[in-house]
């Protein structure tokens, strides 16, 4: 039992904890302000990303947006209006640049728009990512020579699992330690097939706050993973506890049915002399082989 509890904690705490810690970083635009940044965001970044190698053979790759990749500020917006659909979308943009990757780049899209469930709250719907092969063709094998853009494409009325998932009430940051992983495209009819995936995620946009105590966040809300996570380790930690006290009676009533009677009987008569009243004549027993009961004197 202790072996399987700990086996159990062991295969949850990664879940908790995520895949570790190396990678994460920060990034907010505008860089520079008062009176405050419109969106921050602190995660480890990956990449899963397939292309067609000069051979013809589909390869993926994944690609780690490290902390020292860079805000875009001629990219990032705290205000644009997106076309989704034929729909203008209020959108605020957050481009970072790949900095170990020549021509890289990643690009996340927030908005508060009711049609993609974010009303009253705001929510990534969508993430873009540019390959620039040709530019880093000794960093893979047999690099194609065209740029990839990989596009989350967005449907008003299927809405994307991402903006369901990434997404907090306005003037409230999102944390998810959880690793999530989502997908850029699927269908290769639509482009090449991508994912991403965030851990140790806080996010925050069209923040209007000023930064508290030197926290660029607003207070956080927990995402539905983390809780999920965190409420089974209280049940397994209790499950094991409730098994080991299980065991230690069991253990015990095993070694009773294994004693001599005469011992029984001697432990018996201990447990009596030892609830003895203030009128009783209690008496000891004596070192003597023949077991005399001597009486105590008052």
């Keep these: 039992m202790p072996f399987v509890c700990c086996a159990l904690l062991g295969l949850m705490l990664p879940s908790i904890s995520g895949a570790g810690t190396n990678n994460k970083g920060s990034w907010q635009f505008p860089l520079r302000f008062p009176p405050y940044p419109c969106i921050v965001l602190t995660a480890q970044i990956d990449l899963y990303l397939t292309y067609t190698d000069n051979t013809g053979t589909e390869v993926d790759t994944v690609v780690h947006v490290l902390p020292t990749s860079t805000v875009d500020e001629d990219q990032s917006t705290c205000g644009k209006v997106l076309t989704v659909q034929n729909q203008s979308i209020l959108s605020q943009i957050l481009h970072i640049n790949l900095d170990q990757y020549r021509g890289w780049s990643v690009r996340f899209a927030f908005t508060k728009?009711?049609?993609?469930?974010?009303a009253g709250e705001f929510a990534l719907y969508q993430v873009n990512v540019t390959a620039d092969y040709p530019a880093t063709k000794t960093l893979f094998t047999n690099a194609p020579d065209s740029v990839y853009n990989y596009f989350l494409p967005v449907d008003l009325k299927n809405v994307p699992t991402v903006a369901d998932t990434i997404y907090a009430h306005l003037n409230k940051s999102l944390a998810c330690t959880a690793a999530?992983?989502?997908i850029i495209n699927n269908d290769p009819k639509k482009g090449p097939l991508a994912s991403f995936k965030l851990s140790y995620l806080q996010v925050e946009a069209f923040k209007v706050t000023t930064p508290q105590g030197g926290d660029k966040f607003d207070p956080k809300e927990i995402c539905p993973r983390d809780q999920n996570v965190t409420d089974i380790v209280p049940i397994i930690v209790g499950s094991c506890l409730a098994g080991l006290i299980?065991?230690?009676?069991?253990?015990?009533?095993?070694?009773?049915?294994?004693?001599?009677?005469e011992v029984l009987q001697l432990t018996g008569t201990h447990s009596r002399s030892s609830h003895v009243g203030p009128t009783d004549h209690p008496y000891v027993i004596s070192t003597d082989t023949n077991f005399?009961?001597?009486?105590l004197e008052d």
Excluded: E, G, W
């Design 292 to 295: 005399r009961l001597n009486s």
């Design 246 to 261: 299980v065991i230690t009676m069991v253990t015990y009533l095993i070694y009773r049915c294994q004693l001599p009677s």
């Design 113 to 118: 728009d009711s049609r993609l469930n974010a």
């Design 180 to 182: 999530q992983k989502f």
